[in-house]
């Protein structure tokens, strides 16, 4: 790209690389303008939806937790605001994790790597630790003099507080990942007194060690080293993706400028490395696109600024299409194309994803039935000729109390119910709140059923059903009227003809 | 393929001398981490021949160096039996000592009586009466509602306790089935006889005059037992003849031969053999299979 865009490449030293690069530290000096803005309210938006999250209350009734945001995995249950998802129903979070990443895949062909830039977690804690350091320890030059200095009294102090507001930082972001396990009032409190479960306090170690390392000491090489996604964006950029870009056919030649020269004849780029000294990967963007960049666009702010100085037009760096330079050196006007084929495809899937998931949640049932047959014996012959087939219902009630259900079956004539260990009508079952209730049901058929034009093979298709139980002022509805919630077909098997 | 080591000359490292067409190896020293975690796993390797069990040992017999930790992997698994049997003990006690009904009455008791009686059964009853208690020819079905000795709680507990015919316990649970033919009781053409008269009762007979021959040997000597009405008696085990439940089977030639040679079919007892606990948790998960009669009446 640097090539194509008239740079030469620095002539690089006719010596083998060693195979290891040795980290050279960064020092990102502070900058202010739009994007440093955006990017810290991003950060107080970020930072607040996932420390505030697990304190949020919402009423789900006596027989639940009144936690918004509750992944309960003891009790196999997820909580998230109105919805709740019971273990067999994972593929919600399937359908969640899709769409982020559609929407991630939507966006960076867009506006290329914003995700990287602005929001994510690695990008967010980095430049939290490092305006924690800034605070300590002064802006980019005298951290430079500082790291230099010998170890003196100012330089222990310094260093130390930097670190042991990194490690409180580091700690409480660990801590508040727990919460999102657990009643989070009574786990603060249980944590706070050395009551909580070991797996919480490892859990915070865990994290808090992970966000100090990655934060506060790896930074940039999360991203270039360890992330697959710098490597997977590439395929995702073409060349009306917005990127964050040096138009170098408008800063080239560059050179130091004094004031009250000429411009003719030169580039607007005045050599000032200011777009270099504020990156927090330690690139120069008038290299052109690089792997390392996570385009934070703070080059842009900080360019914007000399330029405001120097007294030539904003946007030296700026957000670019690769079609735009090639575009002005053809001398056509460029209209940014955000409808394109790409575009339109992760889109439209985004539509159905999201169409998918509603339909699924909305017609979510509260009750669900699963009936199993039981295979030895296949069918029991009793003493008047009749036969027996057994089954397993599984009722789950989903709903906040409890509930009562009538058996009923449909596809035998004359069939006769039986539960063992029953007591009481031997119909009627009763799952409490919240519950999974697993019964034994035996259906008895007598001779004279056995010969019905259903049987083929000595096999019939019923169908099991839950139905509404008869409410007190209605009376005994009979079975036509109830309506029914749940139901399940299965075979019911006889002995094979003689 | 191999000469003598060489400097490589664009990293400035030996080589090792091991030449493969033209590509050379470099003698580059071990990843320091990786030597001294090598390093490490010598000296744990060695403290746990001290801490652990290791060594076969041959002193006069095969033994092994035991480990100053004195740690035995069989020694805990003991030990964790042990819990588990003692964690049990608290309800099989209960289960000991409360009545039948006491127990399916109480969920817990049921619960557990359900798990150990399916997991007893398997262990100790599949063997004859089939894994889902199905039954053989001789061997009867558990789910079904005829039963020749009872299906009450208690009747089943008794039959569990005491076995059938089971000559080493005085209580079994005793009766005959001679060989009417065999013990020269009856004629080959009087057995035919009876057995033409069982049949009519599914509607199978054929010759009207065997039947009618066949009803007054019934009346005189089978009655006493299977009854009158054939419908047979569960104190002596007698089998109703009447019903579509057939232990040996219900077509002619097998019941030829259980009339002329008798049945005496052998049920263990278990008292003594399993835990009452067991037995009675047996009884229950039997009871609950589906042909499980209700006490008294």
Redesign the interface.
Known sequence: MAGAAGTPLPPQPNKAAPLYQKRIKIYPKRVSGLFRNVKWVVMLITLGIYYITPWLRWDRGPSAPDQAVLLDLPNRRFYIFFIEIWPQEIYYLTGLLILSALALFLVTSLFGRVWCGYACPQTVWTDLFIWVERLVQGDRNKRMRLDKAPWRLEKIAKKSITHGIWLVISVATGGAWVFYFADAPTLLSDLLQGDAPMAAYIAIAALSFTTYSLGGLMREQVCTYMCPWPRIQGAMFDADTYLVSYKADRGEPRGPHKQGESWEGRGDCIDCKACVTVCPVGIDIRDGPQLECIQCALCVDACNEIMDRVDRPRGLIDYETLAMPQARAEGRETRPKLLRGRTIIYGLSILLTMAIMAYGLLTRSDLDLSVQQDRNPLYVLLSDGGVRNGYQLKIINKAHEERNFIIAIKGLDGYELSRPNHQGPVDVVSVGPDAQKTIRLYVALPKEGLNASRFRDGEAQIRIMLRQEDDQASGDLGDSARPVLASQNIGFRTPPQR | MSKAPDKDE??GIDTTGHDWDGITELDNPLPRWWLYMFYASIVIAILGWIWYPSWPIWVGEWTYSKGIAGFSKRAEVTAELQRVAEGREVYYQQIREQPLEAV?NDPQL?RIS?AGGAAAFGDNCAACH?????GFVGFP?L????WLWGGTLSDIYQTLQHGIRWEADYETRLSVMQGYLADQILTRNEVSDVVDYVLSFHDQAEDEAAVARGQVTFEQICSACHGADAKGMKELGAP?LT???WLYGGDRATIYETVANGRAGVMPAWAGRLDDATIKQLA?YV??????QDEAN
């Not at chain 2, 789910?143 to 005829?146: E, K, Q, R, S, Y």
Request: proline residues 0%; charged residues 10%.
């Open positions: 664009l990293t399916i049921l359900m089939g894994s889902g208690a199905q079905n789910n079904d509602d005829a109703n019903d579509a439940i229950i009871h609950s299979l589906g042909g499980g």
